[in-house]
């Protein structure tokens, strides 16, 4: 009996040996393995530093192994890793985990992937990985998340994903290049939760399988492909999703009546930029749980469901670019119901077929709008004195309409707006002071109104701007050289078209990073500053159509980067400067009511004023 004890004592001594000296192996395997990863992937910000051989892989940063000391995850997002993926990462027989996402890695992904059949997350997402989709990557039945997308993935999207991979629940092969079909073996990820192929260039029609067999999936992202065709019928059988986008496609067909119904849990509905019809229905209304509701440039028509305040955690509605309808009598009833929205940040109502007066209760809508365009829809009708209550405004779009009277002295409250834009309406009456408390803007446009008397000295408190366009107005007086002393104001003034006198202020050599400048179009009197030779990058300089007298200065001839001179219709005396010759860049030079043109033939100052006599 003791005998027999000791024998099997013996056996099991021997068998721990074994195992001991079977994991040492497997152990140096995958040490060799991560070895030859850290050759290939260089960089890592130092994390790779601690990989030497007198230390187990297990100790390694970014390595984590099993009881039985095998490596089971590799796992370094965002360490900056800018070389290749090693093949040999595919001799890492026990890993369930690699995740590289966030780093430069570039090159194929090996095929060698494809050995991994315990791995359940493979992440590679956002690097620079290019060639196809490794087709063996079906033999990995094991996985669960398969994210490669923010790549330069190329070809196809293997078929045989929906027929092998049946645990997959998250799929994003998102910003890549791949082409072809959307495979319907997709359908039968009946584990699936989330499907984003977007900003790829996919084409055909979404498959019929769609929908069918996913009774799991949440979320489904297709949006910038070249997806044609109606959306299948089945997809309205997916109860469960959460967020539907397939914005920026060729899709048609309209929006079932029983939207409402079909989807009780959506948070995010993205149909834009396709071509879609129909009426929006009204049982959008029950989708309370929306908060992204995107419908811009398709086809829809008929009036907006008067009840869509009852989505009281939209956070953005954008319409834009439709042929929706609201008047006078009916149509605008949906923005008081809007005024329900307490989370609402951006209201998009563009480019449709809206008419009325300016719609009163927009004042009432939540002070977390930060975005409003109402720009292009023909309303008419004054702005509302109450306009400054939308406080969180960013940017406000009321361009391309029928307005009328003067702009309020509450939008002086608008603090946080960043671009306002006025142009093309029949605003009238002196531009407002208050603007001047404005602070954050930094683009003003108010052109092609009937604005009348001095521009406001305070604009010059608008230290942010970089664009400002009053012209084709009726402002009178000087030209503020508060203006002139913005250092922001980098893209271009715009004063033309109006009836300011007086000199062209010296101030004006402030504007050292000013691109355009014009002045056309007024009466401004006496000679160019010769400051203005500091506008260094000024490539666009119109002063025509003014009283400024003397001789053309040669200084302009300093300004090298200017493209586009205009100096017609002044008292200049009739010489242009040989210095001009030197303006390398220049391509229309307008004088004495002549244009010449360089950009097609090479003609100097002399031949121009020749030609001119």
Not at 234 to 250: A, E, I, T
Not at 432 to 447: D, I, M, R, W, Y
Request: aromatic share 6%.
């Amino acid at each position: 009996m003791r005998r027999a004890s000791l024998l099997l004592l013996l056996l099991s001594s021997s068998m721990s040996v074994i195992l001991q000296l079977a994991a040492a192996g497997a152990n140096g395997e995958d040490a060799a393995a991560l070895l030859a990863f850290k050759a290939a992937a260089v960089g890592g910000n130092g994390v790779l530093a601690s990989w030497n051989a007198s230390a187990g892989p297990c100790s390694w940063e970014g390595v984590r192994c099993s009881r039985h000391k095998r490596v089971v995850a590799l796992s370094l997002p965002s360490h900056g890793l800018s070389g290749t993926l090693s093949p040999a990462v595919g001799n890492l027989s026990s890993l369930r985990t690699l995740d590289l996402s966030f780093n430069e890695l570039h090159g194929d992904i090996p095929a060698s992937l494809g050995r991994l059949r315990r791995l359940g997350t493979l992440d590679l997402s956002v690097n620079t990985f290019s060639g196809e989709l490794p087709g063996n990557l079906t033999s990995c039945t094991s996985l669960q998340y398969l994210l490669l997308g923010g790549n330069n993935l190329t070809g196809r999207i293997p078929a045989e994903l929906g027929d092998t991979l049946t645990r997959l629940q998250r799929l994003r092969l998102h910003d890549n290049s791949f082409t072809g079909f959307v495979p319907a073996s997709l359908g039968n990820l009946t584990s699936l939760q989330s499907l984003n192929l977007r900003m790829n260039m996919l084409e055909g029609t979404l498959p019929q399988e769609f929908g069918s067999n996913m009774p799991r999936l949440l979320s489904l992202n297709i949006f910038a492909n070249n997806l044609y065709g109606a959306l299948p019928s089945s997809l309205y059988n997916l109860s469960s999703l959460k967020k539907f986008g397939v914005g920026l496609n060729k899709l048609h067909g309209s929006i079932p009546a029983d939207i409402g119904e079909k989807f009780p849990q959506l948070e995010i509905f993205l149909l834009f930029d396709n071509q879609f019809s129909g009426e929006i229905p009204s049982s959008l209304s029950n989708l309370t749980n929306l908060s992204y509701l995107e419908l811009s440039k398709n086809g829809f028509s008929g009036l907006v469901p008067r009840d869509l305040g009852r989505l009281n955690v939209l956070q953005d509605l954008e319409l834009r670019n439709n042929m929706l309808e609201a008047g006078d009598t009916e149509g605008w009833e949906f923005i008081n119901s809007l005024t329900n929205c307490s989370q609402l940040q951006v209201l998009d109502l563009g480019g449709n077929n809206f008419t009325g007066q300016f719609p009163i209760s927009i004042v009432n809508l939540s002070r977390t709008l930060q975005n409003l365009y109402l720009d292009d829809i023909r309303i008419s009708g004054s702005i509302h004195s109450d306009i400054g209550n939308l406080v969180g405004l960013e940017v406000l779009y009321l361009r391309n309409n029928y307005i009328s009277g003067v702009i309020p002295e509450s939008i002086g409250k608008m603090i946080n707006l960043t671009e306002l834009y006025l142009y093309n309406n029949s605003l009238s009456g002196h531009i407002p002071s208050s603007v001047g408390n404005l602070t954050e803007l930094t683009k003003l446009f108010a052109q092609s109104n009937n604005f009348e008397g001095p521009i406001p000295l305070n604009l010059g408190e608008l230290k942010s701007l970089n664009v400002l366009d009053l012209s084709r107005n009726h402002l009178n007086g000087s030209i503020p050289k508060e203006i002139l002393e913005l250092p922001s104001l980098t893209q271009y003034l715009n004063l033309a078209h109006n009836s300011l006198s007086g000199p062209l202020p010296s101030e004006v050599g402030s504007l050292a990073d000013i691109n355009e400048l014009s002045l056309s179009g007024n009466q401004l009197s006496g000679q160019i500053p010769r400051s203005i030779k500091n506008c260094e990058v000024l490539e666009v300089l119109l002063l025509d159509n003014n009283l400024f007298d003397g001789s053309i200065p040669h200084f302009l001839g300093d300004i090298k980067g200017l493209r586009v001179l205009n100096l017609t219709m002044n008292k200049f005396s009739d010489v242009i400067p040989d210095a001009l010759g030197s303006i390398h860049n220049l391509q229309e030079l307008s004088d004495l009511g002549v244009s010449f043109s360089y950009r097609y033939c090479s003609i100097s100052p002399q031949e121009a004023q020749t030609i001119a006599e």
